[in-house]
């Protein structure tokens, strides 16, 4: 008897040492809680899971020794490129991972487990390092590239979302993950806080930055019932810094929008709370006011 093909999708993450667990039915959202803690390998569990309804699949990347780099699709044709990405042939994830490497004078590291997404975009699996746990991130290594490792989770092959599916593009062995790509205290690719010189931030524009990484991160990696709430508090922050300048107040809005998508946020949803937080956080600043 042939299995479901969610099953079979399941069963063959689980054969390749990805711990898996249910999401709900054409959804990226888990169908669990504690997933992370749920997630399996065993054949048995995942026969029982998977027969009682027809759940997506999701990967728990700490579990499974993934750090998996999500590279992004625009939403919509009028998203505004950031200026450091405005070079020509830069239009989506794909392009901007491509150019860090350019940039960097190295090879494309794109010969890996790679997934297509729902929305013709790219997850790069590669092998965890040892050492400090590799954080998840919402566009700190450039535009619409995220990463997700312990504490995160992706959309596995198979899975079916909004009617389109997630389909594996080129089935090699997880590569190591690139340095360039490493994000710890001493990489360059993360926002270091900024230093402060007699009781003042000596950056201000650096501190905004790092900030506004942080609220994406915090976001992207909230559970469900308190995803709404953290968006809306995000941008409740942040629109301090939009205030005084030192963020704008698109770049705020793509990298927040971003963050919800990754959490499993509607986008018209997200849109919403974060134009409504954004707009009480710069009613209740005295820049905003004085603006």
Request: glycine share 10%; aromatic share 6%; charged share 20%.
């Amino acid at each position: 008897m042939t299995a479901h093909p969610l099953l079979a999708a399941a069963l063959d993450a689980a054969e390749r040492g990805w711990h898996v667990f249910p999401l709900a039915p054409n959804t990226k959202r888990p169908a669990v809680t504690a997933w992370e803690q749920r997630a399996t390998t065993d054949p048995v569990r995942i026969r029982r899971c998977w027969g009682a309804g027809p759940y997506n699949v999701g990967i728990a990347c700490g579990p499974s020794g993934l750090v998996v780099v999500d590279l992004d699709t625009p939403k919509s044709p009028s998203v505004r490129r950031p200026a450091e990405w405005t070079e020509p042939g830069i239009t989506d994830g794909t392009d901007v991972f491509a150019e860090l490497f350019h940039r960097a004078g190295q090879p494309v590291p794109d010969q890996t487990f790679r997934v297509r997404t729902c929305r013709d975009g790219r997850h790069l699996y590669y092998a965890a390092p040892g050492g400090p746990v590799q954080p998840n991130t919402v566009g700190r290594l450039g535009w619409l590239i995220d990463s997700r490792s312990a504490g995160g989770y992706v959309v596995a092959a198979g899975s079916v979302v909004d009617g389109a599916a997630y389909r594996v593009e080129l089935d090699l062995p997880p590569l190591p993950l690139p340095a360039l790509l490493l994000i710890s205290e001493k990489s360059t690719t993360a926002r270091p806080a900024p230093a402060r010189t007699s009781g003042r931030i000596s950056d201000p524009v650096a501190w905004a930055n790092a900030a506004l990484d942080r609220e994406c991160d915090k976001v992207a990696t909230t559970g469900e019932g308190r995803r709404n709430r953290a968006l809306v508090g995000a941008a409740r922050s942040l629109a301090r810094m939009v205030a005084t300048r030192h963020l704008t107040r698109t770049v705020v809005e793509d990298r927040l929008t971003a963050a919800a998508d990754a959490a499993g946020l509607g986008h018209a949803e997200a849109a919403r709370t974060i134009r409504s937080g954004l707009d009480w956080g710069l009613a209740n600043t005295t820049a905003g006011r004085a603006a």
